[in-house]
């Protein structure tokens, strides 16, 4: 027995450090979803577990993805044509994090009351988002105010979203500092943090900082693809869709 044991504790070593080395190098599941605006596959409804089957009698042309995030449904609109693009993404706000995969659903316009964009689903569900998220914070410029919400995904990378006024995102993307500033101090890990005010030209990617002293402190940022992710950043964090 001791003779057998002795030579089966490398055999168990080596099973334990290969398992280990394995489940290091799998994907994660993706924490963050980025909506492409020129997607990189065929449209097709219901082919994946984010589009939604068409809905019956609805206007036939648009194809619904969602993605729950924190709190936030995430709802992309897609055009079902040859000229494919994202047309909307809408953040809506879904704390009980109610799931509606594989539901068909269409897009729906409420003008009369404000709400403007929305999902409908096949159970009657009909959501809207009014608003931006709640942690979204007003920066820009006096001619172009707008809202900026974001994350810290993975060291000086940031998921980036820009609303105005609603709850309909003009911009979302993942970005980091152009001359490697340490973005951290300004922006910490998120914007539902106590952070200092910003202002900003998002669509010049700029980012100003006001100091006590009054010193203008600026950062330029660089929207990130999934082809220039370093190798260091961790396999299958952010999905890129579709």
């Known amino acids: ?102 539901m068909a659903a269409d ?5 009369e009351h404000g709400k403007e964009f929305g999902v409908r689903f096949e159970d009657g569900t009909t959501l809207y988002a009014p608003l931006p998220p709640s942690d979204a914070c007003p920066s820009g410029t006096r001619e172009w105010m707008y809202e900026m919400r974001w994350r810290r995904v993975y060291g000086n990378y940031y998921l980036i979203t820009v609303f105005r ?10 970005m980091t500092e152009r001359d490697n500033k340490d973005l951290r101090p300004l922006l910490g890990d998120s914007s539902a943090e106590e952070h200092p005010k910003i202002w900003g030209a998002i669509t010049t990617n700029k980012l100003v900082y006001i100091d006590p002293q009054g010193n203008h402190i600026r950062y330029r940022l660089v929207p990130v693809e999934e082809k220039d992710l370093p190798p260091d950043f961790p396999k299958g964090l952010v999905r890129w869709l579709p």
């Open 1 to 102: 027995m001791p003779i057998l044991r002795r030579l089966l504790t490398p055999a168990v070593v080596l099973i334990l450090l290969t398992a280990t080395f394995c489940s290091a190098s799998e994907p994660m599941p993706p924490k963050y979803h980025i909506f492409r605006t020129w997607p990189q596959t065929t449209i097709k409804p219901g082919e994946t577990p984010y589009s939604h089957p068409l809905l019956k009698g609805g206007r036939g042309y648009v194809v619904v993805f969602s993605v729950q995030e924190e709190d936030m449904l995430k709802v992309a609109f897609y055009y079902n044509d040859d000229d494919t693009a994202c047309s909307t993404l809408l953040y809506i706000s879904n704390p009980e994090r109610r799931s509606f995969a594989g």
């Open 107 to 111: 897009a729906t316009y409420d003008t």
């Open 165 to 174: 006024g609603m709850g309909k995102a003009v911009r979302e993307e993942l």
